[in-house]
């Protein structure tokens, strides 16, 4: 079982809609969560950065951790086409610098 | 400002061929990392630096070898190429282990 999963999709929703990514993760140690956004034929790049539990809003894109489940949640509002990407859940403890990844779910918004 | 810089972007290998990519970075970043992505699997962790002088291993490191003798500059090498090292590797930097990764757009490798 990996440490962290996630859903690979393809994901495809209209534009405008409610979208909703998600990770689970087998490890409680973990306190800093990250989502990263990667188009194709580029590199990750950083979304959202939480630590520990509970939401962070940032325009359009909401991240939420909710430890006792071992789950985190990244939403889109109002999506747009151009939301069209890779997306890709990040974490890890305190003590270790090392990331643990999801494979990313790619996500398809609709004209 | 031009951030993580990797080259080549594309590159075809036969197998036992041996080659470097490298990466630059130009916001004086102290960490920096090599990591490689396959289908399915999410990036792993092939190397990582904290500093100039200072590499260490990460999840995947065999058959690559990493320097830093520079901060700008962290390359990597692979010693013989093989066909399971055919992947897409990023680079990456920060300023410290807090801080977020700023990625390069990443090397497409194929070992033939």
């Known amino acids: 079982q990996k440490e962290v999963e996630q859903d690979p999709g393809p994901l495809s929703v209209p534009e405008g809609a409610i979208v909703s990514l998600n990770c689970t993760y087998s490890?409680?140690?973990?306190?800093?969560f990250m989502w990263y956004r990667q188009y194709s034929r580029k590199g990750p790049e950083l979304l959202m950065y939480t630590y520990s539990s509970g939401n962070k809003e940032d325009g359009r894109f909401t991240a939420q951790v909710d430890k006792s489940s071992k789950y985190i949640s990244l939403f889109i509002r109002d999506s747009q086409p151009s939301d069209s990407a890779t997306y890709l859940c990040a974490m890890r403890d305190g003590s270790n610098y090392q990331l643990i990844w999801g494979a990313g779910t790619k996500l398809i918004i609709k004209p | 400002n031009a951030g993580v810089t990797q080259t080549p972007k594309f590159q075809v290998l036969k197998t036992g061929q041996s080659m470097t990519l490298q990466c630059a970075q130009d916001?004086?970043?102290?960490?920096m990392s090599w990591y490689r992505q396959d289908p399915g699997m999410g990036l792993r962790l092939i190397h990582y630096s904290v500093g100039a002088g200072i590499t260490d291993q990460g999840e995947v490191p065999n058959g690559y070898n990493v320097s830093r003798s520079t901060t700008e500059d962290f390359p990597l090498r692979l010693l013989s190429a093989a066909p399971s090292q055919t992947s897409v590797y990023f680079c990456?930097?920060?300023?410290?282990?807090?801080?977020?990764?700023?990625f390069g757009d990443g090397t497409r490798l194929s070992i033939l």
């Open positions: 490890n409680s140690a973990f306190q800093y």
């Open positions: 990456a930097s920060r300023t410290n282990s807090n801080q977020p990764q700023h």
């Open positions: 916001m004086n970043h102290e960490y």
